[in-house]
């Protein structure tokens, strides 16, 4: 059999929770309400002019307010499921920010997504290298056992974050 070029990504466990947690509330209620809130149907017309049987559904971008296509938009938390400022913390914290109050969904547009998301990925970066420059410091220069002991916990809560980014 011919060797396939497609890298297969390798299985993350705990990024695969994460999306199976985010599916499950992709197909709340209280997704379908959001999206409810900003939908409009708009005729549809054939090549030669005559009505479609379907119209068409469109939702608003409520950062850019254009009416998209339902491919073209998706249910966005205004507060992230993840803090960029923090990371990943706990499956508690991660399951009761993803399922938060409606006020906290809004509908999104990809192009407005996209930006936000670049935007949220240069805050996370940051911070990464804030904290990677804070263990450095450490390590140069403590030997109190304490100091250990917060550098490991670090440490810890680094790798299962960074196992959760992937
Ligand atoms: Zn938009």
């Not at 950062?63 to 205004?78: F, L, M, P, Q, Y």
């Not at 913390?89 to 920010?97: G, L, M, N, P, V």
Request: hydrophobic share 30%; charged share 35%; proline share 3%.
């Amino acid at each position: 059999m011919a060797k396939s070029s497609k890298k297969k990504p390798k299985y993350n466990q705990n990024s695969a929770i994460r999306s199976a947690l985010r599916r499950t509330f992709s197909r709340s209620p209280i997704v379908r309400e959001v999206l409810m809130s900003g939908r409009r149907e708009v005729p549809k017309y054939c090549k030669d002019g005559t009505r479609a049987k379907k119209d068409s559904v469109q939702y608003k971008c409520n950062v850019c307010n254009k009416w998209v296509g339902s491919t073209k938009c998706e249910v966005d938390h205004i507060k992230p499921v993840i803090d960029n400022e923090i990371g990943f913390q706990t499956w508690e914290i991660f399951i009761a920010r993803l399922f938060c109050n409606i006020l906290n969904l809004q509908i999104i547009c990809s192009d407005c997504h996209d930006k936000k998301t670049t935007a949220e990925r240069e805050i996370a970066k940051v911070r990464r290298k804030r904290e990677k420059d804070q263990e450095a410091q450490f390590n140069d220069s403590s030997n109190d056992p304490s100091l250990q002991a917060t550098l490991a916990l670090g440490r810890r809560h680094r790798r299962s974050s960074q196992l959760l980014r992937r």
